[in-house]
């Protein structure tokens, strides 16, 4: 006679068991098959289904988001990061993106409760809190407290009941990183050889200073968790200043799009001496009203203004800088 195996603990229970004896999971589901029975003689199968790591199984995944491979699956379900993640089944609203439904991942996600744990993100970390499911949750098999929050990372491994899912972690890497150059421009002094303090202090920090500030409200108009900026390195070459930073990924694609472009339309008023600052926030305004518009275009008016407001000040400084910017 076969017994039937826990697919939590993989410990063998009476064929007629209802739930394990040994860590309480639910071993019925509404349909046949729903958990896979074997020979006692032969439980080593079980060892075959082990999960590899996130190297293993992922290559490029995006910093701002995270995956989750499902046990017999060979799709991962990759989300973006967002402040708080439901997982459960039988989701009433399915386009709610704060809800993940794992109805259609088979018999398994019966033991899975209508709202069973949720993720959480903030400041580029992860954690997950049990809801009071019926059947639990677990952390690579340490059973949660419902209520209380655990730290999350990649590699980790979460059953939802008899559910078993890998957690995999974006993680910035090489090629997430920027690097760009500020070239002078319009002047026919020779490229400092070296760089100065003054320079440094005067030009260049209030320069990255802008682009940080740029990603500030870039994040705020879209509601996101803002990322840390970090400079990887500044060097000086025989013709312009290359920078490597981490975090402006997003912004740098806004300096080509909007910002080097409007600046090259209008370099005769960038050049024109005595422009006062009131004039570049008349000026800049439909530029920044344009990058507001593009980043939420279903906002009213007014609800962007605040946002192109806080727009200006970056953008001044980066289009009346003497460095050209340029993504390498």
């Not at 290359?242 to 997003?250: E, F, I, S």
Request: hydrophobic letters at 40%.
């Amino acid at each position: 006679m076969e017994a039937k195996f826990c697919p939590f603990c993989q410990r063998k229970n009476k064929p007629d068991a209802i739930r394990c004896a040994h860590c309480g999971v639910l071993l019925i589901a509404h349909q046949p098959g729903a958990f896979t029975t074997m020979s006692v003689s032969s439980p080593a199968a079980l060892q075959n289904q082990e999960e590899k790591d996130c190297a293993g199984r992922i290559e490029h995944l995006p910093p701002d988001s995270f995956a989750l491979f499902i046990l017999d699956f060979a799709e991962p379900i990759i989300l973006k990061n967002q402040p708080v993640l439901v997982i459960g089944r039988d989701n009433p609203e399915p386009n709610k993106e704060t809800v993940l439904d794992m109805s259609r991942y088979g018999d398994l996600a019966q033991g899975i409760s209508r709202q069973h744990a949720q993720i959480q993100y903030a400041n580029g970390d992860y954690s997950i809190e049990d809801l009071g499911s019926t059947n639990g949750t677990w952390l690579n098999r340490s059973r949660l407290t419902p209520g209380q929050t655990y730290p999350l990372r990649s590699d980790d491994q979460v059953w939802l009941g008899p559910l078993k899912l890998l957690f995999c972690k974006g993680s910035a890497h090489a090629s997430e990183r920027v690097v760009f150059s500020l070239r002078l421009v319009n002047t026919l002094a020779a490229p400092p050889r070296l760089i100065s303090p003054g320079l440094l202090l005067a030009e260049i920090a209030p320069y990255l200073r802008a682009l940080e500030q740029l990603e500030e409200v870039r994040t705020a108009c879209l509601q996101e968790t803002a990322k840390p900026i970090y400079i990887a390195s500044i060097e000086k070459t025989a013709a312009y200043i290359q920078v490597q930073m981490d975090g402006l990924h997003d912004v740098a694609a806004l300096m080509g799009k909007w910002v080097m472009r409007w600046r090259d339309e209008h370099l005769e008023m960038v050049n024109a001496p005595d422009t006062g600052e009131p004039q570049w926030q008349e000026q800049l305004r439909p530029l920044a009203t344009r990058i507001a518009e593009f980043l939420q275009p279903t906002l009213p008016p007014g609800d962007l203004t605040p946002f192109i407001d806080a727009f200006i000040p970056p953008l001044t400084r980066l289009v009346t800088s003497p460095f050209e910017f340029n993504l390498e």
